[in-house]
């Protein structure tokens, strides 16, 4: 079956712009998570999403990103106002039920340049 | 807070040898889950193996194992028969037994020389 997919894959935009990045969990899956991965370190935990609600959103940076998933299934992380500072890799995970148990399954992130 | 350190951030080994990778990590939890991912250059995390912290047990997924020491806070993982494939950066990751995001480290690159 299909994997979690992320469009695009890359984004490239001006400072000031404001950009949608769009994430497609697995089939499925209720639970759907966003990292942020800056160029050499680990990704960091943005937003976690159970069904349509925002379960846990304290990994946001600032009021300049948010994130929607409507319909409890894709999900979109938009950021105002970009800066310079907000360049990385952002992944998306999806897992069944949420629960700790359940693996994480990552799709292959969009890497976000700020001009 | 939980912390994961990750302190060798590049590793060479020959095809065919071993190479162990270290990870420390820092929390107050009495139980939670670790894991190691694997993130070629295609930048998809991909999950190589997990560890409960009450298992005393050391988990195995055919060439990989860890070195579980709970009191040390230490998870290392290591690599048997290492493969050109097994090219990559690895993650050493922590998560509460009742949480649901992921704490990584800082990541080791794994280059796998034939």
């Known amino acids: 079956g299909a994997g979690v997919s992320q469009t695009p894959s890359n984004k490239v935009t001006e400072k000031g712009k404001y950009v949608e990045l769009r994430c497609d969990p697995i089939?499925?899956?209720?639970?759907l998570y966003w990292y942020r991965q800056s160029l050499g370190q680990g990704p960091e935990f943005l937003i976690y999403f159970q069904g349509t609600g925002a379960a846990d959103d304290s990994g946001l940076p600032n009021d300049r990103f948010f994130a929607v998933r409507p319909e409890g299934s894709v999900s979109t992380l938009k950021i105002q106002r970009t800066e310079r500072g907000d360049s990385a890799v952002y992944l998306c995970?999806?897992?069944?039920?949420?629960?700790?148990?359940?693996?994480?399954?990552f799709g292959p992130g969009t890497r976000l340049t700020v001009l | 807070a939980q912390t994961v350190t990750q302190s060798q951030p590049e590793m060479s080994v020959q095809e065919a040898e071993t190479v162990t990778l270290s990870c420390t990590y820092d929390t107050s939890e009495s139980n939670y889950y670790l894991f190691w991912y694997k993130q070629p250059p295609s930048r998809q995390m991909i999950l190589v193996i997990r560890q409960e912290a009450y298992k005393q047990q050391n988990a195995t997924e055919n060439r990989f194992s860890v070195n579980f020491q709970k009191a040390a806070k230490s998870f290392s993982l290591k690599i048997s028969d290492s493969q050109l494939g097994d090219t990559a950066m690895y993650f050493c990751a922590f998560m509460k037994a009742a949480g649901n995001k992921l704490t990584f480290g800082g990541g080791t690159r794994v280059l796998v020389k034939p």
């Open positions: 995970a999806s897992s069944l039920t949420g629960q700790s148990t359940d693996t994480q399954y």
């Open positions: 089939s499925g899956h209720t639970a």
